[in-house]
């Protein structure tokens, strides 16, 4: 046998037992714990080592890690730990733990620099107080090594059973043919060069057609890169569920043509679709599944395994089989998975569990970005933080008595902000020191709060002091990415009285200092979508490296596949919109008179939609229309496709941007044209405004990164509903007269054929 495996993993598979606890107190963010383990070795003498290499074997298990540091003259290894709160709080088995990582380092130390004996250190460094607390124990190189060896050979069986697995898996990729016999045209170029990519450890951006199989042809060949051990794990990230699907299907579609083919593909869900128990909380007091949890893990883990297919109806079955949480188990699973698919956060959060285990485990992964284009908005969303004042009200009327007085600290200096509020909206050049200096106080004193009683605090009352803990953990990072404003909430009236209302943000504009360490983690990350030109504006605010490749797949369809007509004679403009109506309804009418069937009409407001849709029933009620609603649900949204039947006809309405803009599969004569009456430019605002600021002054060009990039790549996605495959033909309207200028012209796909 010839097996790696990280100090962590190791332990976390032999030593954890018990429940599954989250109670012990609002974890440190990775930055913050990062920034704590260099507190403490700057607090060392001279000569302490930091973040030492180690490596050993036992019986062909070969064991990794960096020990955080050693003290030589005191012959003292440290394994420093950050938290939040009471420390006494915390759970037995999360010590336990903790013990046995710095028992392996210890072990791995004394073998490297032939010690017969060493002391071995505990340190937990409270992040908010900045004290340190050690707990220290002195073990000779032979009860060290002892140890080492009952954790390896604890772990050895599934060693053996994970080399098994790879090697067939491996054995079974080399093998793998393509499924389809021939590649698409397009598909072929783009598989080539995802695989380049892999062999090369680069990152790769790629604009290609939708209708030529991108899914599989990002899929296929980081397989075969698996096979020849260039990566260890693939991660498929998708902005929403139809990607997911896409994802699993293209991975049984290979498992079906290549039986057998024991590749394992875990879908991961949120939290609130995979919780059995959403009425309770997270620990073995609450949850049944919760209650010895980490016991009962080898053996749902063992029978989740025996299968390939890990989606979430497989994953729940194992679990519930063996009383286990189906989400905890999901993220155990993803430790033993060759493919992972799930959502962006996944890997690109702050938290994210895919990018933690990548860095514990010094994975070699591979990231697939699903439908990259969504990842700006998604990031920038991510990594930002909002803080609404009647929040901080109803917090403090309900606050147990020991908030009250951090409670009206904040809202001290909250009202402060207000007194100096001139107008609705205000951008401050950093977040104040004292409005930051009170909500970091608050959540120490939350964190010891929720040490010292877990349930003192109202659960509805508790998602402010997340949104407070969140807001200071990108205060903290404030940069020139993000922007920090104040905004009154609409129906007050900023004046000395300090009775004003507003909303505070830290707003992030680049999420490219955020995402950039995820991009360098990942062995290669391949960014995909129908809709990602111009490159340089993604690869400048997403934070790719200059050298990223570019590819832009030539796709299989034709000019004469889709007639574009653009209503050169109508403006769409806000001031223009009410002489717009008119114009549009008859553009409708007129095309459907001339061609009936199935078309889409995208707006770029429901009030603009609702307004047409009503005009149109009014003038034309032989056109069939329906409708987009606000806050549609699923089924909702499934009645909305029904409509477009092979057999029907009509117009179904849409707001461009929105759920039917994109991931809607409609093959044929289900659609057979659409009208764009919108350039899909984001609204003019004080907060655009800003952000266009924000970009011009990085960038240089403000207006076209927060405005008609944006715009334009909405446009593109929605008119790409209509062609689907080589066969598909229909009829695209572009309404407004801004599609004649040139600099809007050369955002439309190269294959158009637009009239002038």
């Not at 009206?408 to 200096?437: C, F, I, K, M, T």
């Not at 909305?640 to 029907?648: D, H, K, M, P, S």
């Not at 446009?715 to 229909?730: H, K, L, P």
Request: neutral net charge; charged residues 25%; hydrophobic residues 40%.
């Amino acid at each position: 046998m010839n097996y790696v495996v990280a100090v962590r993993a190791l332990c976390e598979f032999t030593a954890r037992r018990g429940d599954l606890d989250l109670r012990f107190t609002p974890a440190p963010t990775a930055s913050e714990g990062m920034a704590g383990h260099v507190t403490v070795a700057a607090r060392r003498a001279r000569g302490y080592e930091s973040e030492i290499a180690l490596t050993g074997a036992h019986r062909g298990l070969t064991v990794r890690g960096r020990a955080d540091g050693y003290d030589a003259v005191q012959n003292r290894l440290e394994e420093v730990k950050t938290y939040r709160g009471d420390l006494d709080a915390m759970p037995g088995n999360h010590r336990t733990l903790h013990w046995a990582q710095a028992l392996v380092y210890a072990h791995l130390l004394c073998q490297l620099r032939g010690l017969a004996e060493i002391g071995v250190s505990l340190v937990y460094f409270d992040i908010q107080s900045q004290k340190e607390t050690l707990l220290t124990q002195t073990h000779t190189a032979a009860s060290l090594e002892a140890f080492f060896i009952e954790q390896c050979e604890r772990f050895i069986d599934w060693a053996a059973h994970e080399e098994t697995h790879r090697n067939a898996r491996n054995a079974a990729l080399t093998a793998l043919e393509f499924p389809y016999g021939r590649f698409r045209q397009g598909q072929r170029e783009l598989a080539v060069s995802v695989y380049r990519a892999a062999r090369d450890g680069k990152n790769l951006m790629a604009q290609a057609p939708t209708g030529i199989g991108k899914t599989l042809a990002t899929i296929f060949p980081l397989l075969k890169a698996c096979a020849e051990d260039r990566i260890d794990r693939i991660f498929f990230l998708t902005a929403k569920t139809p990607g997911r699907a896409l994802a699993l299907d293209a991975i049984e579609t290979l498992r079906i043509s290549a039986a057998p083919l024991p590749l394992r593909a875990l879908e991961l869900v949120a939290r609130d679709k995979a919780c059995e128990h959403p009425e309770n909380a997270c620990h073995g007091d609450s949850c049944p599944l919760a209650r010895g949890f980490y016991d009962r893990l080898d053996a749902a883990r063992r029978t989740a395994l025996s299968g390939t297919r890990l989606d979430r109806v497989a994953v729940r079955d194992a679990a519930l089989a063996h009383a286990v949480c189906p989400y905890y188990l999901a993220q155990e699973l993803a430790r033993w998975s060759d493919v992972v698919v799930g959502d962006y956060n996944y890997y690109y959060d702050s938290s994210a569990l895919l990018f933690a285990l990548t860095q514990s485990n010094q994975w070699r992964v591979a990231v697939l970005v699903d439908e990259a284009h969504n990842l700006l908005d998604r990031a920038r969303r991510m990594y930002s933080a909002s803080l609404e004042q009647p929040a901080l009200r109803s917090a403090r009327a309900n606050a147990p008595k020991t908030l009250k007085k951090p409670l009206d600290r904040l809202s001290r200096a909250w009202n402060a902000l207000n007194r100096v509020q001139q107008s609705d909206y205000e951008v401050h050049e950093d977040v104040p020191g004292p409005l930051l200096s009170a909500t970091q106080n608050l959540i120490g004193v939350v964190t010891e709060q929720l040490a010292d009683a877990p349930l003192s605090i109202d659960p509805t009352q508790l998602r402010f002091y997340f949104d407070v803990m969140q807001f200071v953990s990108l205060a903290e990072q404030f940069g020139s990415h993000s922007i920090f404003d104040v905004t009154l909430t609409p129906g007050y009236v900023a004046d000395a009285s300090s009775a004003s209302t507003t909303t505070l943000c830290v707003r992030n504009v680049i999420p490219a200092p955020y995402l950039s360490p995820r991009f360098a983690a990942a062995h290669t990350t391949v960014l995909f979508s129908g809709t990602l030109d111009p490159h340089h504006f993604y690869r400048d605010t997403l934070g790719l490296l200059q050298n990223t490749a570019w590819l832009d797949v030539e796709g299989p369809f034709r000019a004469e596949q889709l007639r574009v007509r653009v209503a050169g004679n109508i403006s769409t403009r806000w001031r223009d919109r009410e002489r717009s109506l008119a114009p549009i309804v008859e553009l409708i009418a007129r095309q459907y008179a001339e061609q009936p069937g199935n078309y889409l009409g995208f707006l770029s407001s429901f009030d603009y939609l609702q307004r047409v849709v009503a005009l149109i029933r009014e003038r034309h009620p032989e056109v069939p229309v329906w409708a987009q609603e606000p806050r549609m649900d699923e089924t909702a949204r499934e009645a909305f496709l029904a409509r477009f039947q092979t057999t029907g006809s009509g117009v179904g309405f849409a707001v461009l941007g929105g759920a039917f803009s994109e991931g809607v599969d409609l093959v044929g004569d289900r659609l057979i044209g659409a009208f764009i009456a919108t350039l899909g430019l984001p609204q003019t605002n004080d907060v655009n405004e800003q952000m266009r600021k924000t970009m011009e002054t990085k960038f240089g060009s403000g207006y076209d990164y927060t405005y008609l990039f944006p715009g334009l790549q909405k446009v593109v996605q929605a008119a790409g509903r209509v062609i689907r495959t080589e066969n598909d033909s229909g009829v695209v309207h572009l309404i407004d007269d801004r599609y004649r200028r040139a600099e809007v012209r050369r955002l439309l796909p190269s294959w158009w054929s637009v009239p002038r």
